[in-house]
């Protein structure tokens, strides 16, 4: 029976469990482990999420087969008037295939419709071909290319995506 739950700092814990178990794997043969090593500290660290949480306004959820945490997600509001974006979509790779990335990004969606966001927005790295893939059946179109420096030498080279809700 899966399950979502909205995220605190209390679960801060949980996060940095599924970081190690999804988010390493996925990008291991798309980036160096160095780049990996200095996203994961740049990105997951106990103060970055706390200040995702607390400061930045990210919502956070949790997704959870029975009581095992299988996925985690963030999506929060822009500049823009309507547009929202997820920051965060991840499922455990055993979960992969079977709808339950349909379902929880689904609930980010109604989420984002519920709060009167009409657009949302995403980035993926151009090489994570799994994800683009699962983005386009959703719905989603390349909106744009973009490159960020993200600091120490490295690059995320990403295509920024959009569904209309």
């Keep these: 029976m899966f399950n979502i739950k909205a995220a605190t700092t209390e679960d801060i814990p949980v996060i940095e469990l599924l970081v190690e178990q999804i988010w390493r794997p996925t990008y291991e043969p798309i980036l160096t482990p160095v780049q990996i090593d200095y996203m994961v500290k740049l990105m997951y660290s106990k103060e970055e999420l706390t200040k995702q949480l607390a400061d930045q306004g990210h919502r956070f959820l949790l997704l959870y087969d029975d009581a095992t945490p299988i996925g985690y997600a963030s999506y929060s509001n822009t500049d823009t008037a309507g547009i929202y974006k997820l920051q965060k979509i991840y499922v455990h790779q055993a979960y992969q295939g079977k709808g339950v990335g349909k379902l929880f990004l689904n ?17 993926v790295n151009k090489y994570n071909n799994k994800a683009l893939l699962f983005y386009e059946k959703q719905g989603f179109v390349v909106y744009l290319e973009k490159d960020f420096d993200i600091g120490n030498g490295f690059w995320m080279n990403d295509y920024v995506m959009r569904k209309e809700l």
Excluded: F
């Design 107 to 123: 609930s980010v969606i109604d989420a984002v419709k519920a709060a009167k966001g009409m657009i949302l927005e995403l980035n």
